[in-house]
Every structure is written in structure tokens, then in C-alpha cells.
């Protein structure tokens, strides 16, 4: 049943709960730019103690959420 499903013996990464002042701070930086570049995204995931993956994925994640909006 696994192999269906495509997991195969991988354990999918827990879904993150972002703070709502995580969040925030997130959707504020969103607002003046788009993309982050390395040492943003860096300084970004220290100031709100995420992973750098976790601030990558927020932002592609955003965009993508945008473009539907449009």
C-alpha cells in the first residue's frame, strides 16, 4: 500500500504550525519583495527560528498562492 501511494518506506515531514507572529513577519516581508535571496532568507529563518527550508517553501508556496489570486 505504500508503494502506491509513492512513499516508499519515506516518512512525510511533519506539516509546520506557523505562529501567527511567524506569520506576520512572513506575509510583511512577502509584501516588499517576492524572493529572498540566500543571506535574506538566512537572516530571515534565524529572526523567527525556522529552517531556511521552511522560509523557502513559505515563499514559493505564497507565490503560488498569488498567481491564483490573479
Do not use: D, H
Not at 500500500?1 to 516518512?11: I, K, P
Not at 509584501?31 to 535574506?40: H, N, P, S
Not at 498562492?65 to 490573479?70: N, P
Amino acid at each position: 500500500a505504500a508503494a502506491a501511494g509513492g512513499t516508499r518506506g519515506r516518512q512525510r515531514r511533519a506539516r509546520t504550525a506557523f505562529t501567527s507572529e511567524q506569520v506576520c513577519r512572513l506575509e510583511k516581508t512577502f509584501q516588499r519583495q517576492k524572493y529572498l535571496g540566500a543571506t535574506e532568507r538566512r537572516k530571515l529563518a534565524a529572526a523567527l527560528q525556522l529552517s531556511e527550508i521552511q522560509i523557502k517553501t513559505w515563499f514559493q508556496n505564497r507565490r503560488m498562492k498569488l498567481k491564483r489570486q490573479i
